[in-house]
């Protein structure tokens, strides 16, 4: 269910911290890298990643490489990819289900999709494609949602299964992004967490959101990555990991970057409760096997 | 409502105007493309479509801010915030962005700067492109690959004969920028940086010159400013002009230097530095 060399709790690389994390004896055992901060070879920033990779297993994880996107395959991009990847040796190279550029114009924003046949057909040929390009596995993760298309014809759990099962892709769930869309979008988070294969999951992001003012004196749950992980992700996570097992997971922190330190703890707490859980539902005697949860124990809205 | 016309109206929404619920309604085209996306979207109890669509619009604009204002430090302190982000605003419409790299969303700032001038009411701040300029170049400068490797090949330049050196052509490290301007833009932006602490008042006719971007052996990211003959060296090597031309050039336009004497001073610094990494004839 895991990778063989992804072992509990990883942080994000943000460069502010390369001294910190060759220097100091914290105990995070991999890291994972912005996959665009580094696709300059013998930048300073490959370097980076190319020292960091010496010591640590590492991850790469991308947001352009826009999947989702009805233009071609950005062949630049997907040749800087496979030179970073044969020149660092991921252990996992994900990327999101979302676009994020259109006939050549990028938002830079994960930007949704509408979960149907079409979008269902065209994403099994990118994610087909973009493995055969670089020789791998891809990982996909799960976006936080604002909105969700009237003309989808299956929940975004029911897509993601299509989509593993067809293009042969992992997946990368981020529990915050569930909690966000479950909450924002009004879905059952613990139905999501059971339609999915638990055999395909590789990896696990947590990370903070901010609580925004929506119209009319509501509220919406919008994903800036600039905060600690929130009790209700915590409490999720903690339901994921013990229907899942022990799968790699990563603290996330991109905005209002804290000093390491802070990360360590944060690690720290993630991998407390990592423990925690699954060493509950050893005692329970269902070891990874799936257990059924009580839908009234956990509410996400 | 295919895919490809989903995105195509949904990317037009996230460099255009901020949406409101009235753009729900025919407003021309955009209007009517805005509506009919609205159309598609679900509404949920914390937003209209309209709303919604505004939450990624919003979310994306202050990406490409945040990106620009990364680059461009010190035009925002220049200008002030708000000012900045009205610059950013126009910017983005003529030129959003075309590559995966954000990093390369301000290729074109400073000449839309320059172009834009009047439009734009920065016409008495007439140093703001240069400096923008400088800004781009330094920031263009920090994310190039490194090549040090380069610089063994140096040390076969002492052993080339004297009768063949004329013919020799250097080649610049791509860690280099050159920025010419007839405004004192060196100290403009030192003046502007976290750590300045010259407070003195900059009286921007009081001449520029050419201020020079590199990388050093070292790795670290240098500005100086740079005197007429460096300027006038670095431009004759980026037109690739040969050693015996170079030379040549310079005993027609020195006053005060010869070019031999200009080759014992500027070739070893600029070799020492880094910014030449290599030779070939």
């Known amino acids: 269910m895991s990778n063989s060399n992804l072992k509990g709790v990883g942080v994000g690389f943000r460069d502010r911290h390369f001294d910190d994390i060759l220097e100091q ?70 990327d999101h289900l979302a676009w994020v550029s259109h006939e050549g114009v990028y938002g830079h924003e994960l930007l949704p999709l509408p979960y149907n046949e079409e979008t269902l057909q065209h994403l099994v040929c990118r994610i087909s494609q973009a493995q055969e390009l670089l020789g791998r596995t891809l990982v996909i993760e799960n976006p936080s949602s604002y909105l969700s298309f009237a003309h989808s014809e299956m929940s975004e759990a029911e897509f993601l299964t299509q989509l593993v099962k067809m293009s042969g892709c992992d997946l990368l769930l981020d529990i915050n992004n569930l909690y966000i869309s479950a909450t924002n979008l009004g879905f059952d988070a613990l139905d999501y967490l059971q339609a999915l294969d638990a055999n395909k999951i590789k990896q696990i992001h947590l990370a903070g959101y901010d609580v925004q003012a929506g119209g009319e004196g509501t509220q919406f749950l919008f994903d800036t990555h600039g905060f600690p992980v929130r009790e209700p992700v915590w409490q999720l996570y903690e339901k994921a990991v013990s229907l899942y097992g022990r799968i790699p997971t990563l603290i996330e922190w991109d905005t209002d970057i804290p000093a390491f330190n802070t990360l360590v703890q944060e690690a720290e707490r993630a991998q407390n409760r990592l423990d925690s859980a699954t060493r509950t539902e050893l005692l329970e005697g269902h070891g990874a096997k799936r257990r059924e949860i009580e839908k009234n124990e956990f509410r996400v809205a | 409502m295919k895919l490809a016309e989903l995105q195509k109206q949904m990317l037009d929404c996230l460099y255009g105007e901020k949406i409101t619920s009235s753009h729900t309604g025919s407003q021309g085209s955009v209007g009517s493309q805005r509506s009919r ?22 979310s994306a604009q202050a990406g490409l801010q945040s990106a620009l204002s990364d680059i ?39 000449q839309f700067l320059k172009e ?76 502007n940086q976290q750590s300045a602490t010259d407070t003195d008042d900059i009286n921007v006719m009081e001449g520029g010159g050419a201020v020079f971007i590199w990388r050093d052996l070292l790795f670290k990211l240098r500005m100086e400013s740079v005197s007429e003959t460096v300027s006038s060296w670095m431009q004759a090597l980026q037109q690739n002009l040969t050693l015996g031309e170079i030379e040549l050039m310079h005993n027609d336009n020195s006053i005060n230097q010869n070019a031999s004497d200009q080759i014992e001073q500027v070739l070893p610094w600029l070799m020492q530095q880094g910014i030449i990494d290599g030779f070939y004839f």
Not at chain 1, 54 to 61: A, I, K, M, N
Not at chain 1, 83 to 88: A, D, E, K, P, Q
Request: proline share 5%; net charge negative.
């Open chain 1, 25 to 94: 004896d914290h105990g995070i055992k991999w890291f994972e890298l912005l996959t665009e901060n580094h696709l300059t070879v013998d930048s300073i920033a490959f370097y980076q990643a190319e020292k960091i990779r010496e010591d640590f297993p590492v991850t790469l994880h991308g947001v352009g490489m826009s999947l989702g996107s009805t233009d071609p395959l950005n062949q630049d991009y997907m040749k800087k990819l496979k030179v970073l990847i044969s020149r660092i040796q991921p252990e996992l190279v994900s």
């Open chain 2, 116 to 191: 834009n001038a009047l439009q734009l009411n920065i016409e008495e701040l007439p140093y703001l492109g240069d400096v923008t300029q400088l800004e781009l170049c330094w920031h263009q400068v920090q994310d190039q690959s490194l090549e040090s490797a380069a610089v063994n090949n140096l040390q076969a330049l002492s052993e080339v004969d004297e009768d063949q050196q004329a013919a020799i052509r250097f080649t610049l490290s791509a860690s280099t920028r050159l920025v010419n301007s007839i405004y004192p833009i060196f100290r403009i932006w030192q003046a």
């Open chain 2, 72 to 110: 461009f430090p010190v035009c925002e302190r220049l200008v002030g915030r708000r000012f900045f982000l009205g610059l950013v605003s126009h910017y983005l419409k003529v030129h959003p962005s075309q590559s995966f790299d954000i990093g390369e969303l301000g290729a074109c700032f400073p």
């Open chain 2, 37 to 58: 996306l609205s159309e598609l979207i679900a509404p949920t109890p914390y937003g209209s479509s309209a709303e919604l669509l505004e939450i990624y619009r919003g």
